[in-house]
């Protein structure tokens, strides 16, 4: 149902801090929360750069998201991943039920590691909780030279497939990257759902409504209040995320087939589970699973020869006529890139009321509270 949204002057204000202070503050929480200086500095990292593109919904929007499962005791902040099985091109790892981010950055080194000698190589992981943005790990294996591939599953059981009533798959995000000689990576991240589950999150905390088409309730009509979609995503309201397509006629069915190859390859391959199986028993814990490829264009032909048809991609799309000539054509990354850059130069703008919250999270923390200073 459209349902109105109410007047939050205050939610929708931002304030704007420095990425220094943003992740000063994030390391510092993570830190009172029992995770290792190298694991928060690894953490820190992936999600300021989130939030620095422009990718708000998993920067340090995060923390809130993550002090709810830590109080339940759904992490193992001070895990230490482990290899399970490997080989030249492959390997296995089991989290231990860690959070995600440092275990896909070592998995994401070890997968170009591999790449570099044997041509193409592949790393799971299983037993993991959330990573982030999938874009994240595939820019840090192109900025080593390598077409890189990665896929997560995920926690929460959010979206609809084509003609069900309930929910069954999560977003279940793919990423890939090409590298460039001179410039920085083509980067393409993208949920198959129509939209991204903390999109829903982000804007309940502006205070904003939702576009039509993103979710629905449980008879199918869109919800565009963002109050009512995060009790749909989060909190087991009937409805869902829609399949990346929204609706059968505009191409749901495609979104519902890659997010299936996404389960299989980063869930099933893995050994992670399958959460809408049984809606995550929380006595068996997440168990997400990640997956990592990494190929080394260097093995299959001259490296010369390679960058130079990657430009030529480059130059003949951006040279393609525009409808309007004050938009040219955009590759995927090139739009995060110019707002890292503004971010950079003016800061991370934060809602209100999220600073509020990463207030009340830093003082249960019995740490600094660093945001919103100046």
């Not at 198959?192 to 576009?211: C, D, F, V, Y």
């Amino acid at each position: 149902r459209d349902l109105p949204v109410r007047s939050r002057r205050q939610r929708q204000m931002c304030i704007r801090d420095s990425a220094k202070d943003v992740r000063a503050q994030a390391h510092a929480i993570l830190i009172a929360w029992g995770m290792t200086k190298l694991d928060v500095e690894i953490t820190v990292e992936a999600m300021v750069d989130c939030d620095l593109r422009g990718i708000d919904s998993h920067g340090v929007s995060l923390l809130q998201l993550y002090d709810q499962w830590r109080v339940k005791g759904q992490f193992n902040l001070a895990a230490k991943e482990i290899i399970v099985s490997e080989g030249a091109a492959f390997a296995n790892i089991d989290a231990q039920g860690g959070l995600g981010f440092p275990v896909s950055f070592r998995a994401t080194r070890l997968a170009c590691a591999k790449a570099l000698q044997s041509g193409i190589a592949a790393v799971t992981v299983h037993n993991s909780r959330h990573f982030g943005a999938a874009g994240y790990y595939a820019r840090i294996a192109a900025d080593e030279g390598m077409i890189s591939m990665v896929a997560t599953s995920t926690k929460v059981v959010c979206v609809v497939p084509p003609g069900a009533t309930h929910s069954i798959l999560g977003t279940n995000p793919i990423a890939y990257a090409i590298p460039r000689k001179k410039e920085a990576p083509i980067v393409f991240d993208m949920a198959k759902s129509t939209a991204a589950g903390n999109k829903a999150r982000i804007h309940q905390l502006k205070g904003e409504p939702l576009p039509k088409g993103w979710i629905v309730d449980g008879e199918g009509v869109s919800v565009t209040d963002p109050d009512h979609a995060v009790r749909i995503v989060y909190q087991g309201a009937p409805g869902g995320l829609t399949p990346l397509g929204s609706t059968p006629l505009m191409g749901a069915y495609k979104g519902y087939g890659l997010a299936l190859m996404v389960q299989f390859l980063s869930g099933t391959l893995a050994g992670g589970a399958f959460p809408g199986a049984n809606k995550l028993d929380s006595l068996k814990g997440d168990n997400i699973g990640h997956f990592f490829l990494a190929i080394n264009p260097a093995k299959f032909r001259d490296l010369v020869d390679f960058d130079t048809d990657v430009a030529e991609v480059d130059t003949t799309l951006r040279n393609s006529p525009s409808i309007d000539p004050n938009k040219p054509i955009l590759l995927p990354g090139d739009l995060e890139n110019k707002i890292a850059q503004k971010r950079h130069a003016e800061g991370i703008p934060l809602s209100s009321e999220l600073v509020i919250k990463l207030k009340a999270i830093a003082n249960a923390a019995n740490v600094p509270f660093i945001l919103n200073k100046h």
